[in-house]
Nanobody, 112 residues
């Protein structure tokens, strides 16, 4: 069965960095675009980024453009989200998704 396991979240000060990972299994990882979506406390889901199958094409929400970088390693069936210059408004649960499948999410808290 499809499994997506996010990791790498935590508490970080404003201006800091975190790298999220999404370990995938149960489907041909290299054949699918991968996505990151987040949900801030009390708010709806917000699409963050996506990456194509080869990892050569990425898109980002305006709110994270220039600060976040998505990548993937098809040999490891893993997608990544490098988050730099973090802001308090980046506080959210971050999910990786593919098709209709979602991971359990990883909490990112940006606070001094």
């Amino acid at each position: 069965q499809v499994q997506l396991v996010e990791s790498g979240g935590g508490l970080v000060q404003p201006g800091g960095s975190l790298r999220l990972s999404c370990a995938a299994s149960g489907f041909p990882f290299s054949s699918y675009w991968m996505y990151w979506v987040r949900q801030a406390p009390g708010k709806g889901l917000e699409w963050v980024s996506r990456i194509n199958t080869y990892g050569e094409g990425t898109d980002y929400a305006d709110s994270v453009k220039g600060r976040f970088t998505m990548s993937r390693d098809n040999a490891k069936n893993t997608a990544y989200l490098q988050m730099n210059s973090l802001k308090p408004e980046d506080t959210a649960v971050y999910y990786c998704t593919v098709r209709s499948y979602w991971g359990q999410g990883t909490q990112v808290t940006v606070s001094s």
